[in-house]
């Protein structure tokens, strides 16, 4: 999303109470910013005090980037999701088309909708970000602290928070440990299900609720709803995964702005960094220094086949010569992973952050749902009371591209207790949902 989403127009942010400490955590200017070696004088003018060879850091944050907009219009969504919803589909037989997806992984929200952040995004991809800085790293993290390690179950092994800080100070960055700690979207004890499930007491089931060939939406020229796409073990992966790479480098964070708000969900970027402080899209994030982790090949895959799938509903309905003028095709460079939590929700707000090339041609973004249901908003203006609304559901795909590149769009709340029987006992997901938005730098 062009998190200016998440940015601006945010109703559902909250001040965070350690804002004087942590504020510019997500804030240093330029120079904080700067890759690699500080110098030494550099980090005593920042507020270091050298002690012996060591710089130890006075005071936290020194200056707050406050350039830009920090604030804007609320918008209050008047929230009706208390009960859960009874799902829209009847009964259907599985279907056929999705792959099922592979277990190998190669280890590997949000945006703005202020005009002005078009005008970011004129300097081309390549000017951006070099060929050489575009290019995924393969396996290894390149997280400033090495330290940090996967096991083989997916979870990692952090350094003390002191050590973490010394190095990320060294490397120029600030990071406060309470902001980046690891957040696992799953409970642990996933094989207590009788346990877990029981916080999701009226959860349906897949085979109340859906199985069967994917429901396909046009809610406009561009925009398509696949319901129920992502199949089962899909979505089992889809969790699987996120959960480890959530909890490793580059992983989940629950995200602020420059003025101090905090996002109401945890964050994870992949193939590039989105910073919601700046708006822009990078190799590596600002807080510390963590080179996002790859976007693994099957999610890849599976968003790619539900462009295709999009464009041959959109062919028929608009009986268009060329396709691609209705809903283009996309090959996602990034992919931004949010976990709502029960409070969970989203402004509404353009997705415009890409590059002017992927805006100008309409490039679509595609959003996978998992868990939770959500209250899902889109229109033409910034204006909740004309907007439609859409839930969408576990396992459903929307797509907009094309003329509705721009539309405006928001998740006015998570519906609780409306995830999948079987999803939750085969994951231990959470109480939440699981947003993952592709698209194409
Ligand atoms: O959670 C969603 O469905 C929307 C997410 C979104 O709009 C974004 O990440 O830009
Ligand atoms: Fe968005």
Redesign the pocket.
């Given at each position: 999303?062009?998190?200016s989403?998440k940015g601006s127009t945010e109703p559902d942010i909250e001040k965070s109470d350690s804002f004087a400490n942590h504020g510019s955590q997500f804030s240093g200017d330029t120079e904080v910013r700067t890759r690699g070696q500080v110098p030494l004088k550099k980090l005593c003018q920042r507020g270091y005090i050298m002690i012996g060879t060591i710089p130890v850091q006075l005071q936290p944050p020194y200056s707050m980037n406050l350039q830009g907009s920090s604030s804007s219009p609320s918008l209050n969504f008047s929230s009706t999701c208390t009960e859960p919803r009874s799902m829209s589909n009847p009964l259907r037989s599985v279907q056929s088309n999705i792959r099922v997806m592979h277990t190998n992984v190669d280890k590997t929200?949000?945006?703005d909708f202020s005009p002005s952040s078009v005008s970011n995004n004129s300097l081309s991809p390549a000017e951006r970000f070099p060929a050489s800085n575009i290019s995924r790293h393969q396996g290894k993290s390149s997280c400033t602290d090495h330290l940090w390690k996967s096991s083989e179950v997916g979870y990692v092994k952090r350094p003390r928070p002191a050590q973490r800080n010394l190095n990320n100070a060294l490397a120029g960055y600030k990071v406060d440990p309470a902001d980046i700690k690891p957040f696992d979207i799953c409970f642990r004890r996933r094989h207590n299900s009788g346990l877990d499930i029981s916080l999701h007491a009226n959860t349906k089931s897949y085979t109340e609720v859906q199985e069967g060939v994917t429901e396909k939406i046009i809610l406009k020229p561009g925009m398509v709803l696949l319901k129920h796409y992502l199949s089962h073990t899909n979505q089992v992966e889809i969790v699987r995964i996120c959960r480890k790479l959530g909890q490793g480098p580059g992983g989940f964070y629950q995200p602020g702005y420059k003025d101090g708000a905090k996002l109401r969900l945890q964050m994870m970027c992949l193939g590039l960094d989105w910073d919601p402080q700046t708006r822009k899209y990078g190799n590596k994030r600002s807080i510390d220094g963590c080179e996002p982790p790859n976007i693994p090949d099957e999610f890849r895959d599976l968003a790619i086949l539900a462009i295709e799938e999009a464009q041959n509903v959109s062919k028929k309905k608009f009986r268009a010569a060329n396709v691609e003028d209705v809903l283009p095709s996309m090959s996602p460079d990034l992919c931004?992973v949010?976990f709502?939590s029960a409070h969970g929700r989203?402004g509404l707000?353009q997705?415009r952050d890409e590059s002017r090339d992927s805006l100008h041609r309409g490039l679509p973004?595609v959003?996978f749902?998992v868990g939770d249901s959500?209250e899902?908003l889109y229109g033409e203006e910034r204006d909740l009371e004309k907007a439609e609304k859409v839930v969408?559901e576990s396992g459903d795909v929307?797509i907009f591209g094309g003329k509705s590149r721009f539309v405006f769009?928001?998740?006015s709340c998570i519906i609780p207790n409306s995830a999948p029987r079987e999803l939750l006992e085969a994951t231990g997901l959470r109480p939440g949902r699981l947003?993952l938005?592709f698209r194409q730098f």
């Open positions: 999303m062009s998190k989403w929200l949000l945006p931004i949010n709502y989203l707000h997705d973004v959003s749902s959500a899902f969408l929307l769009h928001g998740v947003n938005t």
